[in-house]
């Protein structure tokens, strides 16, 4: 389907219960879906090069208008041609409106009903995001895809406080959509309602009723038990609209991307595989591998005998460990690049099984493998 900003389209090509693989169309990349979008935050997926990125098999990345706004500022990456040309990212970018800082940066924000005051976590300078200001700026940023302003209330929240944000994230999104619509730049509407099934489903048909180009359930991985996110999304996912890419911002783990894909989600970003792989932890077929512990000292096995990744076929566990023991660089490089390739190899796995009506089979035992495996009882977000 022709989605309503001219050069971009979705279709889904294979379903399996609510999943479904598919592919989304943007002017600078066709993207194959469920797909992870490595978190480039400040205009960078934290240790590795764009090059290093692509080959995972990515071909969108996010980007955080917040943080460039803040540093090096948006009116700069403007003239040095956007995000992809300032940072040489050949293909697609989604950036976030910064709705997320709302919930991450309680402590540095005021907010209402216009919009939100923030005090830099920098510099303790003042900053006023509305609406309007926040598509400006991802206008100057140059993505292929930009995220309305929404406000992200806390996982537990109560009831009210959930409501005021559904009323706020509603009246913002149509500000964002009134604003100047940059060429070439689709916008997605973005559904809060914490793990309130009710205010979930009921604010999905008011955001799908937007002229968006795509649907996203903001507001999850915040604090609320995973239990309770899974018990929504099973609900809600299979409701979103089929004619539209759906993604599933800020998760997660394996677990996480596997459960929701079943629900029908296409599209999600986290920043858990770089930043654990900063920690010395390895996202495996077989679980999560902290290479900091003794055991792994003079252990010659790859980090995963399943993987293909350079990393995986060069590298013994032993050498990776004896990196994160001396504070090499090298050793998050290696790991962050290992880490993207497994997400990478993950969701390609899951459109494989997707295609060919086996997901369910494969998910329950691909989830009871990494857990019984896993050397620490759990992956952590």
């Known amino acids: 389907m022709t989605l309503p900003t001219p050069g971009f389209s979705f279709r889904a090509d294979a379903i399996d219960g609510s ?24 205009a960078t997926v934290k240790a590795l090069t764009p090059e290093e990125v692509a080959s995972t098999g990515a071909r969108i990345i996010l980007a955080n208008t917040y943080h460039l ?63 309007e200001e926040a598509m400006r ?53 973005i559904v809060q309602g914490g793990t309130e099934r009710d205010l979930r489903l009921s604010h999905l048909q008011t955001i799908a009723a937007l002229e968006v180009d795509g649907v996203a359930l903001g507001g ?8 309770e996110m899974y018990d929504v999304l099973g609900d809600v996912g299979p409701a979103m609209p089929a004619d539209r890419p759906r993604y599933l911002m800020g998760v997660g783990t394996p677990s996480d991307l596997l459960r929701a894909v079943a629900t029908g989600i296409d599209l999600f970003d986290c920043v858990l595989p770089t930043r654990n792989a900063r920690n010395g932890q390895a996202l495996t077929w077989g679980g999560r591998v902290n290479l900091r512990q003794a055991r792994h000292h003079d252990d010659e096995s790859p980090l995963d005998s399943r993987c293909d990744c350079s990393v995986c076929t060069t590298y013994s566990r032993s050498y990776l460990r004896h990196l994160f023991k001396a504070d090499e660089m090298l050793g998050p490089r290696l790991l962050s ?18 295609r ?17 495996l896993d050397e620490i009882g759990g992956f952590q977000g």
């Open 19 to 42: 999943a479904r693989c598919g592919v989304f169309t943007t002017p600078r990349a066709t993207i194959e879906t469920p797909a992870f979008m490595p978190v480039g935050t400040q």
């Open 69 to 131: 706004w803040l540093r090096p500022g948006t009116e700069l990456v403007a003239r040095q041609g956007g995000v992809v040309s300032f940072m040489k990212w050949p293909h697609a970018l989604l950036t976030d409106s910064g709705g997320y800082q709302v919930f991450s940066l309680a402590k540095h924000r005021t907010i209402d009903d216009d919009g939100i005051t923030f005090r830099s976590h920098l510099d303790g300078t003042e900053h006023r995001l509305t609406p």
């Open 137 to 189: 700026m991802q206008a100057l940023l140059g993505s292929d895809v930009a995220m309305v302003l929404d406000e992200c209330p806390p996982g537990g929240a109560p009831r009210a406080v959930v409501e005021q944000a559904i009323a706020r994230t509603t009246a913002w999104a149509k500000r964002s959509l009134q604003a100047p619509a940059a060429e070439g730049q689709a916008r997605f509407g």
């Open 220 to 227: 999850f991985s915040v604090g609320e038990p995973p239990s």
């Open 337 to 354: 690049l290992h880490n993207l390739h497994f997400y990478g190899a993950l969701m390609r796995k899951a459109r494989k099984m997707i």
């Open 356 to 372: 060919n009506g086996k997901l369910a089979p494969w998910m329950d035992a691909t989830l009871t493998q990494m857990q019984e």
